[in-house]
């Protein structure tokens, strides 16, 4: 008796579990309707000023008050003409003396004359001759 219950209980279970449930129907989405925005395509021209700042676009220009004054000349890069040449050594055809290090000999195999080079000693740059 309590096999054939226990039987019962499972049989009605399974059929219920295998049973399909009707699904809910999917959700109906209506259009968005949003109301007309006046064009602003394209943006109105502002006037080129290659002197002035530069405006981020999309935001209003800002007003200062007071200009503030150009900024001190930056430290121009030393040309090419300004760098001393080492000295060649004599019956050494790839070395050079530093003309920073007098007796130390750099070696600037591969280089081209004219060619800036950093004289390892003292960190500063002269050209090969």
Do not use: W
């Amino acid at each position: 008796m309590k096999f054939s219950l226990s039987l019962a209980l499972f049989t009605a279970f399974l059929v219920a579990s295998c049973s399909e449930e009707p699904q809910p129907p999917p959700p109906r989405h209506r259009a968005a309707s949003y109301a007309p925005q006046p064009d602003q395509y394209p943006p109105p021209q502002q006037p080129f000023n290659p002197n002035g700042p530069v405006q981020p676009t999309g935001t209003p220009p800002v007003e200062t008050a007071a200009a503030s004054p150009p900024p001190t000349a930056a430290p121009t890069k030393i040309a090419k003409g300004d760098y001393p040449y080492g000295i060649p050594v004599p019956g050494k055809p790839h070395l050079v003396e530093s003309p920073y290090s007098p007796g130390k000999y750099i070696d600037v195999e591969g280089f081209p004359p004219g060619t800036e080079v950093k004289d390892p000693y003292t960190d500063k740059i002269f050209l090969v001759p």
